[in-house]
């Protein structure tokens, strides 16, 4: 069976997802040693701007831009935002893009920097799923992340997952599709206060519908240990495993290292800036 990662990446007016895409194939490749699959609008601008992702990248899966067009906040640390559009809705085509018989889907802010991940391939399930977060602060409270909202399910992390091609898996994807045509209705029923559609909920509401709206074994968590840095924190370097930030504290930042993990870095500026000094000698 063909094994592989799957990426996808759209631009935003000042963000650029592909270069983000690129540098994590660069870390898959490095340590998990798969094939990796791009999904993207924009081919072109990525054969212009990094004629070396073919050391990387080992398909490239062109889509049209997305219809879906939301906004979001980002921030760069504590002190400076940017409202910009954000294409982050097909999720649910997975299952008919990847070339792939096991995938793991990763969001391209993720820093793969072991290969813990290679132990999803071959198992007996045929999805997989992250759930659980260590937060780099450690002393942070996230409780609020456990549902997607007080009085609903269990939040689980579409940042990453793993399937099998199968009917069952084929069926999720396509729950996951009605639910992104319907949210509207869903956002209402499961009291999500959040207007925008967010993939990480339709996921969670599909796994809820199929355990039979209770709580259950099934799925089970993505078997590897990852950790979140927020996007108020900074990621200041980036030097062979080690990941040197500042975390933020009220109106205050505290250094922080890690070593050998797999982050999930929200605050792409940062991310964005790093991987520039990496590129360097490409």
Same mark, same amino acid.
């Given at each position: 069976?063909?094994?592989?990662?799957?990426?996808?990446?759209?631009?935003?007016?000042?963000?650029?997802?592909?270069?983000?895409?690129?540098?994590?194939?660069?870390?898959?490749?490095?340590y998990?040693?798969?094939?990796?699959?791009?999904?993207?609008?924009?081919?072109?601008?990525?054969q212009?701007?990094?004629?070396?992702?073919?050391?990387?990248?080992?398909?490239?899966?062109?889509?049209?831009?997305?219809?879906?067009?939301?906004?979001?906040v980002?921030?760069?640390?504590?002190?400076?935002?940017?409202?910009?559009?954000?294409?982050?809705?097909?999720?649910? =085509?997975?299952?008919?893009?990847? &070339?792939?018989?096991?995938?793991?889907?990763? $969001?391209? *802010?993720? +820093?793969?920097?072991?290969?813990?991940?290679?132990?999803?391939?071959?198992?007996?399930d045929?999805?997989?799923?992250?759930?659980?977060?260590?937060?780099?602060?450690?002393?942070?409270?996230?409780?609020?992340?456990?549902?997607?909202?007080e009085?609903?399910?269990?939040?689980?992390?579409?940042?990453?997952?793993?399937?099998?091609?199968?009917?069952?898996?084929?069926?999720?994807?396509?729950?996951?599709?009605?639910i992104?045509?319907?949210?509207?209705?869903?956002?209402?029923?499961?009291?999500?206060?959040e207007?925008?559609?967010?993939?990480?909920?339709?996921?969670s509401?599909?796994?809820?519908?199929?355990?039979?709206?209770?709580e259950? =074994?099934?799925?089970?968590?993505? &078997?590897?240990?990852?950790?979140?840095?927020? $996007?108020? *924190?900074? +990621?200041?370097?980036?030097?062979?495993?080690?990941?040197?930030?500042?975390?933020?504290?009220?109106?205050?930042?505290?250094?922080?290292?890690?070593?050998?993990?797999?982050?999930?870095?929200?605050?792409?500026?940062?991310?964005?800036?790093?991987?520039?000094?990496?590129?360097?000698?490409?």
């Open positions: 069976m063909t094994q592989g990662v799957l990426l996808f990446a759209y631009n935003s007016k000042n963000m650029d997802y592909t270069k983000q895409a690129i540098y994590c194939a660069k870390l898959i490749k490095k998990l040693n798969k094939e990796v699959a791009l999904v993207t609008d924009n081919e072109e601008y990525i212009r701007q990094y004629p070396f992702y073919k050391k990387y990248i080992d398909y490239i899966i062109s889509t049209g831009h997305e219809s879906d067009v939301q906004e979001r980002y921030n760069d640390g504590l002190y400076h935002s940017d409202r910009q559009r954000w294409y982050n809705t097909n999720r649910s =085509t997975c299952y008919n893009l990847t &070339p792939f018989d096991e995938t793991l889907v990763l $969001d391209t *802010d993720v +820093l793969v920097f072991n290969d813990e991940l290679n132990k999803c391939f071959g198992v007996s045929d999805f997989l799923i992250s759930k659980d977060y260590n937060f780099v602060d450690m002393k942070r409270d996230y409780s609020e992340f456990n549902k997607i909202s009085t609903t399910c269990s939040m689980f992390w579409a940042t990453i997952f793993y399937f099998k091609k199968t009917k069952f898996t084929e069926m999720f994807f396509d729950l996951i599709e009605h992104k045509e319907n949210w509207h209705f869903y956002r209402l029923v499961y009291e999500i206060s207007t925008k559609f967010r993939n990480d909920y339709a996921f509401i599909a796994i809820h519908m199929l355990r039979g709206m209770k259950a =074994t099934w799925p089970l968590c993505i &078997p590897a240990s990852m950790w979140i840095t927020v $996007d108020k *924190d900074i +990621l200041l370097s980036i030097n062979d495993t080690k990941l040197t930030m500042l975390l933020h504290k009220e109106y205050d930042y505290q250094g922080s290292v890690i070593r050998d993990a797999n982050v999930h870095v929200m605050n792409k500026f940062s991310l964005e800036r790093c991987i520039n000094k990496v590129f360097e000698n490409e």
